[in-house]
C-alpha cells in the first residue's frame, strides 16, 4: 500500500481495542503523545507522523497476532488513539485548504 487512504481504509483490528482507542481519543495530546511514541523524533509533517505512527502500529499488531510476551495491549491502544488522532487532525487540515482555495464551501 502506498496511499494513506488505502492504508487508513483497509485498517482492520478487534472491535475491543478500536472501542478503547476511541475512548481515549479525547485524551491524545499531539506535544506530549507524538514525542513519547515516536521516541523522541520530531516528524516533518503530519503525513510523515502518520505513516511512522502506521508502521508502529502494524509492527505491534504483528506481536499480537503472532502471540508475542513482548506485546502490550496498552501501547497498541496508544498507538491507536494517535493514529486516530493524526488522521482526523489531517483531514480537517486538508477539508479547511480545499475550503482556503474555494474548492470546497464551509459547513454552515
Given at each position: 500500500m502506498t496511499d494513506l487512504p488505502s492504508a487508513l481504509a483497509t485498517l482492520r483490528r478487534p472491535r475491543l481495542l478500536i472501542s478503547a482507542a476511541r475512548?481515549?481519543?479525547?485524551?491524545?495530546?499531539r506535544e506530549r503523545d507524538l514525542a513519547r511514541l515516536l521516541q523522541g523524533s520530531r516528524p516533518t509533517s503530519s503525513m510523515d507522523a502518520l505513516w511512522r505512527l502506521m508502521d508502529l502500529e502494524e509492527e505491534t499488531d504483528q506481536l499480537r497476532r503472532s502471540g508475542s510476551a513482548r506485546y502490550a495491549v496498552g501501547k497498541h491502544i496508544e498507538l491507536l488513539i494517535a493514529v486516530m488522532a493524526e488522521?482526523?487532525?489531517?483531514?480537517?487540515?486538508?477539508?479547511?485548504?480545499?475550503?482556503?482555495?474555494?474548492?470546497?464551501?464551509?459547513?454552515?
Open positions: 475512548y481515549g481519543l479525547p485524551e491524545y495530546r488522521a482526523k487532525m489531517l483531514t480537517a487540515m486538508r477539508r479547511e485548504e480545499r475550503v482556503d482555495n474555494g474548492l470546497e464551501k464551509k459547513a454552515a
